[in-house]
């Protein structure tokens, strides 16, 4: 199963509205869980070209570690990992699913509008905000197998009273997970203490969804134009390089929209590419060796068209009302998952999904292995792209990249 419904707790200390003010439970997938443990890395800053280890292992390898430690039931999240240290990263991860999704139910706001809360110089901090309708909401969230949620709940109120800014709200989320072997349903638990009614917020809410949006271009955007587009948006200036849909590496069609983004495998997991290592060039068996012990797992993670059009445009009205319809399927070997801040992600396992083998062929992805092992071993390759200079018009670009081809010629 790949989905579950989770009751909704309201603590003693949250016992008032908003919290009061309507009851629901919480409905959701393991694609949802994966797009938001995607988010809630750090932007990057600036992207080396050669960074292989980001742009094609972190997505898959994140994807594979929710795959492999956590089963969804009816009414249980469970953490099934044995390991400590990666059962609590796991249970945080959960954590922040949870709660982010509850917000965007008791708020009815799209995920989009979430702000990441950057570290202060000093004092505690809550983990992400959001405005709503001049009120700024701050959200802590938390996950945990343990059998009481007493210590988190009190973290969770020592950050909310070490605060020097004014906020509407600050509340705590805390995920009660299942351990493998366990039996209790999951809840989400959530915890408060009174809203300051005098705080009136600020809203700007375009720049928090190009900010919450710069996150997932950091993974699906060619590098070169990720920088462009990320450094005059965090120096806060209000130009930047617009966004060119020929620079993702794929489109993919889906209810009638077009979504542009990147594909990834299990088999450019930096692990399995360590694994085939060679003193020479990946060979035709090396590349089918791996597969037979890895499998082929492929997967496209992508954004919108409307949302990159709003972007280009500068139109705010457009990001301030977007709202995809949702979409869910779960098959054996497929599945699709559209949230409605228009993310999309498509996972296929041999071959099930026609569209993304055209996209992302055997050829691509062994191409790419050759590649990463190459940047592993530390050998650049000449590019190889014709120059486009004057007076050089049609040489082969003689400059050394790890890439296919070099900045200029991508």
């Not at 989770?6 to 994966?34: H, M, N, Q, Y």
């Not at 600036?46 to 960074?51: N, V």
Request: one cysteine or more; aromatic letters at 12%; a neutral charge.
């Amino acid at each position: 199963m790949n989905n579950t419904s989770l009751k909704v707790l309201i603590d003693p200390s949250a016992d008032r509205s908003p919290f009061t003010d309507k009851t629901f439970a919480i409905e959701l997938d393991k694609g949802e869980l994966f797009k938001y443990a995607v988010w809630m890395f750090e932007i990057p800053k600036h992207i080396k070209e050669s960074d292989f280890d980001y742009l094609q292992s972190k997505v898959p390898s994140l994807e594979h570690l929710y795959a492999d430690y956590i089963q969804l039931k009816g009414d249980a999240i469970v953490n099934i990992c044995t390991d400590d240290r990666t059962k609590q990263m796991i249970s945080e991860m959960i954590g922040i699913g949870v709660g982010l999704k509850y917000a965007t139910l008791l708020l009815t706001i799209n995920p989009n509008q979430f702000k990441k809360i950057g570290v202060p110089d000093e004092g505690k901090y809550l983990d992400y905000s959001v405005i709503k309708e001049q009120k700024e909401y701050e959200i802590e969230t938390k996950g945990t197998t343990g059998d009481y949620y007493s210590m988190m709940k009190n973290d969770i109120i020592a950050k909310k009273k070490d605060q020097t800014k004014s906020v509407y709200l600050r509340f705590g989320t805390i995920a009660l997970l299942q351990k493998d072997g366990g039996s209790r349903e999951s809840q989400c638990v959530v915890v408060d203490d009174p809203p300051d009614d005098n705080n009136v917020a600020i809203e700007d809410g375009y720049q928090t969804a190009l900010l919450y949006y710069a996150t997932y271009f950091s993974y699906i955007l060619d590098s070169k134009y990720y920088n462009r587009f990320i450094a005059p948006l965090l120096r806060g200036q209000g130009r930047w390089s617009k966004i060119q849909p020929n620079k993702f590496f794929g489109r993919y069609h889906f209810k009638d929209r077009t979504y542009y983004g990147e594909c990834f495998d299990y088999r450019l997991i930096k692990e399995n590419v360590l694994s085939v290592r060679t003193e020479g060039r990946v060979t035709d068996s090396d590349f089918q060796a791996l597969t037979q012990r890895v499998g082929r797992t492929k997967f496209f993670f992508g954004v919108d068209q409307t949302i990159i059009q709003a972007i280009n445009r500068g139109n705010r009205s457009l990001l301030a009302t977007y709202n995809s319809p949702k979409f869910f399927e779960d098959g054996d070997n497929l599945y699709r998952f559209l949230d409605t801040d228009g993310i999309l992600i498509i996972k296929s396992r041999n071959g099930s999904d026609g569209q993304l083998e055209q996209i992302f062929s055997e050829d691509v992805v062994r191409e790419r292995l050759g590649l990463y092992e190459q940047y592993l071993r530390g050998e650049a390759h000449l590019c190889g792209a014709p120059c486009r200079s004057p007076g050089i018009e049609g040489k082969p670009c003689e400059r050394r990249t790890f890439r296919r081809f070099c900045f200029f010629h991508r």
